[in-house]
């Protein structure tokens, strides 16, 4: 079990990101979904995630662009993990 961890999952296969989140649900996170870079900004401006989950490549840039930003913008960072 996860133990309510909060993980923001950024997948554009919104099929995939749904799969995904009920799996992650199902072990006990609290799981927030985003389909897209500019989503997850605002998700991580909001609120703070233990981790992050992304796919590598996004409808508005890729997963090292969203670290990049994170980086430079996030007092603390989650963790994160490409898929």
């Not at 554009?12 to 649900?25: P, S």
């Not at 490549?57 to 090292?64: E, I, N, Q, V």
Request: net charge neutral; charged share 25%; hydrophobic share 40%.
């Amino acid at each position: 079990k996860l133990n309510g961890n909060s993980i923001l999952l950024v997948e554009g296969d919104r099929a995939y990101a749904f799969q995904l989140k009920q799996i992650l649900e199902y072990r006990g996170a609290m799981v927030s979904l985003s389909h897209n870079i500019k989503d997850a900004k605002s998700s991580l401006n909001k609120s703070d995630f233990d981790l992050m989950i992304s796919g590598h490549k996004l409808p508005d840039g890729s997963a090292r662009d969203l670290v990049e930003w994170a980086k430079e913008n996030l007092s603390t960072l989650p963790t994160f993990a490409a898929i």
